[in-house]
């Protein structure tokens, strides 16, 4: 639920963290759903008729989160394709900080999927989600991880097409495997239509990742998207893909390095469940920020106790907040929020200011959506994230509207 909003403009003043830079002194001007004003407080001139807020001493301002890669929450699990589970999960995340994130599917029975997609279509249309994910069908079944062999197949143009044509342009990004047969078919289909081609779930050696994510990076410069918004990204880097060997690199080596050159956008779970957070401060301090998408891969148990789940037609326990596939132990997703993950990758080492960047601006900019959120700039939506120094949240703003957010 939200608050109506208010008619007179609003100043927060507080500590800005947007852009990959810290403002000590900062504030806010909010006038309807947009920003008018996002700097140093000495910089604005305050009126009379607005109304003004004086956050706590060290209290953040951050742009809404950003979530590419998101299962549900909740007890609301985006992969069983049900409008009241689906509502739930999307209200708590964005009253938890996320006001911006892609519906999530896992590989399931075509029927299934096209459900679910036309689901997500309407959703989109309503402006509760930026778009959709499909992880899979078209996967390794030997790095499947949570996916259910039962449903994996070698890419299928035809059973593509449909699910594209059920997308209505709503499908943002789909999850492949470049070494299965048509595969390379299966990147000209996505690329032609807009949709960002995300390598993962895979057994490729290095050659064949980096020829795929260099083959996906031409088709979107071909259809018309520029360097930012036109690379490939890599699901969940190290997660559903063999461990990088000195002799044997596999496709996190080309990941890493197509990355570091900024042909490629690498997700990372952050949440000291799926990466040691070594690993984290490891990949940050070689890529750099803006090559990395902080992600959740959050599943429907997020936000709630230890227990059983489902993620899709899967049986899920999570125990201790770790959640793992009843059949084979594997990860199955993960239960953190986003604002969790940001300050766990900051508890690593790595620059705040970094970490928002990859759950802000960088993820904006692979939606195609930088002229409308990801900072705090001119212009932009109104989504804002107040926390304390610690990363306890204390508000959330979606296109200017406050949002209730659990105490």
Same mark, same amino acid.
């Given at each position: 639920?939200?608050?109506?909003?208010?008619?007179?403009?609003?100043?927060?003043?507080? +500590?800005?963290?947007?852009?990959?830079?810290?403002?000590?002194?900062?504030?806010? /001007?909010?006038?309807?759903?947009?920003?008018?004003?996002?700097?140093?407080?000495?910089?604005?001139?305050?009126?009379?008729?607005?109304?003004?807020?004086?956050?706590?001493?060290?209290?953040?301002?951050?742009?809404?989160?950003?979530?590419?890669?998101?299962?549900?929450?909740?007890?609301?699990? @985006?992969?069983?394709?049900?409008?009241?589970?689906?509502?739930?999960?999307?209200? @708590?995340?964005?009253?938890?900080?996320?006001?911006?994130?892609?519906?999530?599917?896992?590989?399931?029975? %075509?029927?299934?999927?096209?459900?679910?997609? %036309? *689901?997500?279509?309407?959703?989109?249309?309503?402006?509760?989600?930026?778009?959709?994910? !499909?992880?899979?069908?078209? /996967?390794?079944?030997?790095?499947?991880?949570?996916?259910?062999?039962?449903? *994996?197949?070698?890419?299928?143009?035809? !059973?593509?097409?449909?699910?594209?044509? #059920? =997308?209505? =342009?709503?499908?943002? $990004?789909?999850?492949?495997?470049?070494?299965?047969?048509?595969?390379?078919?299966?990147?000209?289909?996505?690329?032609?239509?807009?949709? +960002?081609?995300?390598?993962?779930?895979?057994?490729?050696?290095?050659?064949?990742?980096? $020829?795929?994510?260099?083959?996906?990076?031409?088709?979107?410069?071909?259809?018309?998207?520029?360097?930012?918004?036109?690379?490939?990204?890599?699901?969940?880097? @190290?997660?559903?893909?063999?461990?990088?060997?000195?002799?044997?690199?596999?496709?996190?080596?080309?990941?890493?390095?197509? #990355?570091?050159?900024?042909?490629?956008?690498?997700?990372?779970?952050?949440?000291?469940?799926? !990466?040691?957070?070594?690993? &984290?401060?490891?990949?940050?301090?070689?890529?750099?920020?803006?090559?990395? /998408?902080?992600?959740?891969?959050?599943?429907?148990?997020?936000?709630?106790?230890?227990?059983?789940?489902?993620?899709?037609?899967?049986?899920?326990?999570?125990?201790?907040?770790?959640?793992? *596939?009843?059949?084979?132990?594997?990860?199955?997703?993960?239960?953190?929020? /986003?604002?969790?993950?940001?300050?766990? $990758?900051?508890?690593?080492?790595?620059?705040?200011?970094?970490?928002? !960047?990859?759950? +802000?601006?960088?993820?904006?900019?692979?939606?195609?959506?930088?002229?409308?959120?990801?900072?705090?700039?001119?212009?932009?939506?109104?989504?804002?994230?107040? #926390?304390?120094?610690?990363? $306890?949240?204390?508000? &959330?703003?979606?296109?200017?509207?406050?949002?209730?957010?659990?105490?």
């Amino acid at each position: 639920m939200t608050s109506s909003a208010p008619t007179a403009p609003r100043a927060i003043y507080g +500590t800005l963290i947007t852009d990959g830079q810290r403002i000590p002194d900062g504030v806010v /001007l909010i006038e309807a759903d947009r920003i008018s004003y996002a700097g140093p407080a000495q910089s604005y001139q305050p009126d009379a008729a607005v109304e003004e807020t004086k956050l706590a001493p060290g209290t953040l301002v951050l742009p809404g989160l950003v979530d590419v890669h998101n299962h549900g929450a909740a007890g609301g699990d @985006f992969p069983g394709g049900q409008e009241d589970s689906a509502r739930k999960a999307i209200d @708590f995340l964005h009253r938890h900080g996320t006001t911006t994130l892609l519906a999530s599917m896992v590989t399931a029975a %075509e029927s299934d999927l096209l459900r679910g997609v %036309e *689901l997500y279509v309407e959703l989109c249309k309503e402006g509760l989600l930026a778009g959709i994910h !499909l992880e899979g069908p078209f /996967l390794s079944e030997a790095r499947c991880g949570a996916q259910d062999p039962a449903y *994996l197949l070698s890419p299928d143009l035809d !059973l593509a097409q449909r699910l594209i044509d #059920a =997308g209505q =342009g709503k499908i943002v $990004t789909m999850t492949y495997a470049p070494e299965l047969p048509g595969a390379a078919a299966l990147i000209d289909l996505l690329t032609s239509h807009g949709i +960002t081609p995300s390598l993962g779930h895979t057994d490729a050696d290095a050659g064949t990742a980096a $020829t795929s994510l260099i083959q996906a990076r031409e088709g979107l410069a071909a259809a018309g998207f520029d360097g930012n918004t036109g690379r490939p990204t890599v699901t969940h880097l @190290f997660n559903g893909m063999p461990p990088m060997h000195h002799r044997s690199p596999g496709p996190v080596a080309s990941c890493l390095r197509l #990355a570091k050159a900024g042909k490629a956008a690498v997700e990372l779970v952050a949440d000291n469940t799926h !990466l040691d957070p070594q690993t &984290v401060l490891t990949v940050f301090e070689l890529l750099g920020a803006q090559n990395i /998408l902080l992600v959740t891969d959050s599943m429907a148990a997020t936000g709630l106790s230890d227990g059983s789940y489902r993620l899709g037609p899967a049986q899920v326990t999570v125990h201790q907040g770790v959640a793992t *596939l009843d059949a084979t132990g594997s990860i199955a997703g993960g239960t953190a929020t /986003l604002l969790q993950v940001v300050f766990r $990758t900051a508890a690593a080492g790595v620059p705040l200011e970094s970490a928002v !960047l990859s759950a +802000t601006a960088v993820p904006a900019r692979a939606l195609g959506l930088s002229d409308e959120l990801g900072g705090l700039r001119r212009g932009l939506r109104a989504d804002l994230v107040i #926390a304390d120094a610690k990363g $306890t949240l204390q508000a &959330v703003m979606r296109g200017g509207n406050w949002l209730e957010t659990a105490k």
